[in-house]
Nanobody
């Protein structure tokens, strides 16, 4: 069955760095678009960053220059390096997979359980 398991969250001071990891199984990781979403307290879930199967990336404006998404297909793992963390980055971060690889809204069919980031 499909699994996405996130790790790397925690509580840090503003300006510090965290690296989130998400390992997938039960689907064709190499062909899938991967994304990181965030749900801040009292807010809806928003896309923070995604990466295509070819390695093309997207970032939400507020994290450009601070966050870096990458993937290691050999390990079925996607990463989100978060530098210069700010209080507004606080939230639950969810890893999501788009098995069709389109990266369209609503195409992320598989989701992890989330990992808490507190700044």
């Amino acid at each position: 069955h499909v699994q996405l398991v996130e790790s790397g969250g925690g509580s840090v001071q503003a300006g510090e760095t965290l690296i989130l990891s998400c390992t997938g199984s039960g689907f064709t990781f190499d062909d899938s678009g991967m994304g990181w979403y965030r749900q801040a307290p009292g807010n809806g879930c928003e896309l923070v960053s995604n990466i295509s199967s070819d390695g093309d990336t997207y970032y939400k404006d507020s994290v450009k220059g601070r966050f870096t998404i990458s993937r290691d297909n050999a390990k079925n793992t996607v990463y989100l390096q978060m530098n210069s963390l700010q209080t507004e980055d606080t939230g639950v971060y969810y890893c999501a997979a788009d098995p069709e690889g389109t990266l369209l809204a609503g195409s992320f069919a598989y989701w992890g359980r989330g990992t808490q980031v507190t700044v």
